[in-house]
């Protein structure tokens, strides 16, 4: 069996609660991109490179120049030739941890770059946890970026920055205050909201959990398991979390929002502050949130701009290590190829393009200069103080404690359960239907004991006077009562008939909207294959128009009730247009499954938000 057709099975005592994302983002990604269209690389060395996804395009770019070039020449007659595919850091931490199947995650990586160097770590101390040999050694990073937290200007000025430092614990406090803004003069900003990334997916979630983390604990460095066990540092935390609006799996999600809600003058009640990379705010001040420009796309700068403040208690670095592999995979000629690639990517002319890019170069002979400027809301002389990254064991108790400190979660999972959901999927033999049983089971357990979680299906003549558009099979009660009976409920339904979208979300949301409790997440998860399809067919122009408006209504308020709704278009019937206005008006995310056998990573990633 050669190597590309391989799967290993790398078993991990500790599971790493991880999927990807299907809108891209700082550094996630739902699965491997083929970034390339380099062409046939003949009798040359592939070099397989799994990347994050904030800097995909660079790296491609790159490869694109290294192949075929004098630097791909390893003589002898060989020749290098670099692939570099999107993975996300933490999907790829997961899969090299517990098994990386090349089926679907596409081929075994020679070189891995993470993000972040943590994420090596992680996967080290899971791989040793299961009685494997760890499989990162010592990197080299080829470029930086620190998190910083961004925030709207305005705000930013409120609190005094950057004349008056500002850190997580001045957050803390701001969180903690019933006045909430209103304690620094604008009441019509309403309560402080962050937004920050679920820690087992992205990479900026995962370093602001370590930076906060720090700052409870008084520290810059040598961070323990005792310090995570410690009284102050748990009220620390959970105070941070109870500020939460929700956990994306991407920062685009934020950024996106943001950008979105700035063009309708209402950024300043979306998200106060979200914990991002340095090279994310720079794309937003040039009027790119998500750091990609499609052909023919200008862009706009906001109206609003972020500022990156750099926490006075320390940053921590992105710091994209070049990871080769210490993997039984990984062949000679395959190291000697990956370490030519990386000697490309190290010259200065390359550091150069680097730098264009949005990110500090990890050659110290190029200089620091634009984009990374106060006029797009950076410092290049900060971080003045940088932060250790913890041990890998107190990394893995971060990630596990984290699981129980975050915000809460009141959810109703919204089931389509029409005819068209008995179609085959793919070729698993499974309709589609049966497909997001699974999914939904399985997703179950990302949540806590105590969220509170629903479940309503949907289709036409639903209910016993058969003229019904839904049915509540499990109450939004906490998951330990209910998950049960969840599993079982799911497990009976089978398809029916039509799809009554618009009228399904329109009253789950306004349940949701009477149920409201702004203790926790609230939150609409809505899985549907089709188009509106309703009883009284052709007024479904004025059901969507009146839906999106009361949504926007309430989301826009300064009085607003968040209940994000989070859209899954199912299959290649979905109408994904109406979806994203949807999760836009809430300001949420729509998720892409038109490929229904990927609802399982699809579905889990919707619940890292919660």
Request: some cysteine; proline content about 6%; aromatic content about 8%.
């Amino acid at each position: 069996m050669t190597r590309r057709r391989r799967t290993v099975a790398l078993i991990a005592a500790l599971a790493l609660v991880a999927t990807a994302a299907c809108s891209g983002g700082d550094d996630e990604d739902a699965s491997v991109k083929d970034d390339g269209g380099f062409g046939d690389p003949g009798d040359c060395i592939v070099v397989d490179l799994a990347v994050s996804s904030e800097k995909a395009s660079l790296m491609t770019e790159l490869a694109g120049e290294f192949n075929g070039s004098d630097a791909a020449d390893l003589g002898d007659g060989r020749c290098a030739f670099a692939y570099p595919r999107t993975k996300a850091s933490g999907l790829a931490a997961q899969r090299l941890s517990e098994g990386w199947d090349e089926s679907t995650d596409g081929p075994l990586p020679v070189v891995w770059s993470p993000a972040a160097s943590s994420w090596g770590a992680v996967v080290n101390q899971r791989l040793i946890a299961g009685g494997q040999e760890p499989i990162v050694g010592d990197a080299d990073p080829f470029m930086q970026t620190p998190l910083v937290i961004a925030m709207p200007e305005p705000m930013a000025d409120a609190l005094g920055y950057p004349d008056e430092p500002v850190g997580w614990a001045d957050l803390i406090r701001l969180a903690q205050d019933p006045q909430g803004w209103a304690a620094y003069g604008h009441p019509e900003w309403g309560p402080f909201r962050l937004g920050k990334t679920n820690p087992n997916f992205s990479t900026s979630g995962l370093s602001a959990l370590i930076a906060q983390t720090y700052a409870s604990a008084g520290k810059t460095e040598g961070l323990s398991s005792e310090d995570l066990a410690s009284a102050a540092v748990i009220d620390a935390a959970r105070a941070v979390e109870s500020a939460v609006v929700h956990y994306g799996d991407t920062t685009l999600t934020f950024l996106n929002n943001w950008y979105r809600t700035d063009q309708r003058g209402t950024s300043l009640t979306y998200v106060s502050a979200a914990a991002v990379e340095e090279k994310s705010v720079i794309d937003y001040n040039r009027g790119n949130p998500d750091g990609n420009l499609d052909p023919g796309e200008r862009p706009e700068a906001p109206e609003i701009p972020l500022v990156a403040i750099y926490p006075e208690e320390g940053s921590i670095y992105s710091d994209n290590p070049y990871i080769i592999l210490d993997a039984e995979w990984v062949t000679d000629d395959e190291r000697d190829a990956a370490e030519a690639f990386e000697d490309f990517v190290q010259t200065p002319e390359n550091q150069r393009k680097v730098l264009e890019y949005g990110f500090r170069p990890g050659n110290p002979d190029v200089a620091i200069g634009e984009p990374i400027v106060a006029d797009l809301g950076v410092d290049a002389t900060e971080p003045a103080t940088l932060l250790e990254v913890p041990e890998p064991q107190v990394m893995v108790d971060l990630l596990d404690d984290w699981a129980e400190q975050r915000k809460g979660a009141r959810v109703t999972i919204v089931l389509d359960v029409s005819g068209s959901m008995g179609d085959t999927a793919g070729t698993s033999g499974d309709s589609k239907l049966e497909l997001a049983v699974e999914a939904a089971k399985e997703a179950l357990d990302q949540f806590k004991a105590d969220d509170l979680v629903g479940l309503r299906i949907f289709t036409t003549g639903l209910g016993p006077d058969e003229d019904g558009s839904w049915l509540d099979l499990a109450a939004v009660e906490p998951l330990a009562a209910n998950k049960e009976e969840l599993r079982r409920e799911l497990d009976e339904q089978y398809p029916r008939a039509g799809t009554p979208l618009y009228e399904v979300v329109q009253a789950t949301y306004d349940e949701a909207l009477a149920a409201y409790d702004p203790l926790l997440i609230n939150a609409i998860v809505v899985l549907t294959d089709g188009v509106n399809e309703d009883l009284d067919p052709g007024d479904d122009d004025r059901q969507l128009e009146d839906l999106v408006s009361s949504i926007t209504r309430n989301s826009s308020s300064e009085l607003a009730k968040p209940i994000r709704i989070f859209p899954i278009a199912y299959g290649s019937g979905a109408d994904t247009d109406v979806l994203e206005r949807i999760a836009e008006a809430s300001n949420a995310t729509a998720y892409d499954a038109t490929d229904p056998e990927s609802i399982d990573s699809v579905f889990a990633a919707v619940i890292s938000n919660f």
